[in-house]
């Protein structure tokens, strides 16, 4: 069963950056068989996708309220898929969940982990 740790999350400025982190477990395949992707949840709101990368790591996307602030890369040795997230604003403000699937691009129906909470202050 495949097992997500977030890190990273914390408080900060509006403007400031900030790096999210995911370990990745996925006993019996190798993570360069996933696809793998970040959601976030805010308070009172439904989760929403930010970013995904494909288990090559050359195809990427993102939502439109974080391209170009938003950087989502992986490293298969390390088993850790990255969010940088820079130019921060509050409504960045949520909870950040990593997720992984070997069917195609994460989906909200992808394996998730536990979450990182991320406060941006204005």
């Known amino acids: 069963q495949v097992s997500l740790v977030e890190s990273g999350g914390g408080l900060v400025q509006a403007g400031d950056s900030l790096r999210l982190s995911c370990a990745v477990t996925t006993p019996g395949r190798p993570l360069s068989s996933y696809s793998l992707g970040w959601f976030r949840q805010a308070s009172g709101k439904e989760r929403e996708f930010v970013a995904g990368?494909?288990?090559?790591?050359?195809?990427?996307n993102y939502a439109d309220s974080v391209k170009g602030r938003f950087v989502i890369t992986r490293d298969n040795a390390k088993r850790t898929v990255y969010l940088q997230m820079n130019s921060l604003k509050s409504e960045d403000t949520a909870v950040y969940y990593c997720?992984?699937?070997?069917?195609?691009?994460?989906?909200?129906?992808?394996?998730r982990g536990q979450g990182t909470q991320v406060t941006v202050s204005s």
């Open positions: 997720a992984a699937d070997i069917r195609g691009m994460v989906s909200n129906q992808s394996p």
């Open positions: 990368i494909d288990y090559t790591g050359y195809r990427k």
